[in-house]
């Protein structure tokens, strides 16, 4: 069953945007102000969840889009991982079944003849549970629709000059329920670029972006970081401002798709320079680690943004924030990774009485696995946010320092 059409622009399609667990309130944000309803896969068309009801670890949002709309999701989105398009959902109970179904669904949207694919298969409660047979018969069905098998690859974060690159494929199988998504997106979003030299523990993109979205920085008022390491959250928070989107200097899995659109992918990508502003806000970053400002100078350089942020190497006590208040968005070692052999207690008690004594009436977001360690800052912290920072339980604190 060989199938030669391809989608146009304007066909629309099922996505699914995949976040860090807890940032799904501020990715179904995000789409909505791209025009793209976002809705979380617990709930059906038609509810209205509270948006902080979007967390509960579903890991990331639906939304339905063209072609388009998927394009300027990868290019514009700075909290997601990954945009997923879901291809195809049947019941499948036995392997036979698997494949003819699966060899229904419109791959030739997606794949080229040939073209190598990844598979990540997943299997709960399902008869269906080995991972390789469900693979092997997702490829059997592909060469059905194409007319071609797919040469099988164990990874698909490819380099960059790879002419041949794999096409990620999820397989989910749930209670004989079968999900199948391709990933348009290719290596990972938080991959911006300009990051090439870090610090012990660096900050993922996305995270940093979603931790200045979520503390309500207004992109106006100053902004502080005294823990900057290779300087993640300002350069965020300079993208950011500058109205900069984070795809701007990525290619993406859909580039390499049959229906990509060249042309409308240049006029979406046509407007990405960023937008003059009369005044910009005051960036202000620092560390007591002179490699990590050197690291973090030389990542503002690569995403053409080190005009727009002040790097010093200092201590937390030599800190010198502007009159004007403003937002402190930080993330203080909570010693899992760096500090480990240190007793942080006092670090997070200097914390909150540097901040009381020269940010008062600042707003504050703080990045911290510990309960106890915020607690010594003696900062007040009327909300917080659970989320997950490189696998580990982390919460974003957020309040008013007085």
Known sequence: MRASSVDRPHSTYNLFVVCTPGLESIAARELDQ???????????????????DLGKDAGGVECRGSLHDLYRANLHLRTASRVLVRLGAFYAAAFPELRRKASRLSWEEVLTPGQPVVFRVTCHRSRLYHQGGVAQRIAGAIADRLGQSPPLR?????????????????????????????????????????????????????????????????????LLDPFCGSGTIPMEAALLAKKIPPGRDRRFAFMNWPNFDPGGWRALHGVTRGTPMPTFPKLIASDRDAGAIRAAQANAERAGVADCIDFSCRSLSAIEPPSVPGWVVTNPPYGVRVSTHRDLRNLYAQIGKVLRSGCPGWNMAILCNSITLLRQTGLAFDKSMPLTNGGLKVRLAMGKIS
């Open 154 to 222: 164990k990874s698909s974060e490819s380099e960059k000059d790879d002419a041949d690159p794999a096409q990620l494929i999820l397989v989910r199988l749930k209670e004989d329920q079968c999900t199948i998504s391709v990933d348009s997106s290719g290596s990972l979003l938080h991959r911006r670029g300009y990051r090439l030299a870090t610090t012990k523990a660096p900050l993922r993109e996305t995270v940093a972006a979603g931790m200045l979205l979520a503390s309500g920085w207004d992109t106006e008022s100053p």
């Open 34 to 52: 791209l025009g793209m309803t976002a809705r979380h896969p617990r709930f059906s068309p038609g509810d209205s969840p509270n948006l902080e």
